[in-house]
């Protein structure tokens, strides 16, 4: 799915990454418990959390995630921004609850991520 459909249907706005917007995601993470998204697998991922710190930012480099959607209308700061621009990153921003955001993507057929053992076991 491309990030300009997804940007539609939560009706983001969008911070960083105009020009990326067709980039292609095939999964979706929603989380604010960054030690988590570790634990997955999370090529081709979008991570969608209500934080809106450097630790996310950091996280999702380690993870080569590189769409970020913030939910309940957080804002991301200048610092972030600038961090997340450095790595290339589309950063957005949802009115949209975790639990609707995820429901919403999942329901138009953007599967979650697997634990990495469960993909395995596939």
């Known amino acids: ?3 300009q459909e997804i940007l539609e249907m939560l009706d ?3 911070y960083l990454g105009k020009e990326d917007l067709d980039r292609e995601v095939y999964k979706a993470f929603g989380c604010d418990l960054m030690s988590d998204v570790l634990a997955f697998d999370t090529d081709k991922t979008l991570l969608l959390t209500g934080l809106t710190n450097n630790q996310v930012i950091r996280t999702a480099e380690m993870m080569d995630i590189s769409v970020i959607i913030f939910v ?7 610092e972030v921004v600038d961090l997340a621009k450095n790595n290339n990153m589309i950063l957005l921003s949802t009115k ?3 639990y609707t955001a995820c429901g919403i993507l999942y329901e138009k057929g953007l599967k979650g991520v697997p ?3 469960e993909e395995q076991n596939i």
């Not at 309940?72 to 200048?78: A, D, E, F, I, Y």
């Open 1 to 3: 799915m491309k990030v």
């Open 12 to 14: 983001c706005q969008c």
């Open 72 to 78: 309940r209308g957080k804002k991301p700061t200048k």
């Open 96 to 98: 949209h609850i975790l």
């Open 115 to 117: 634990r990495r053992e």
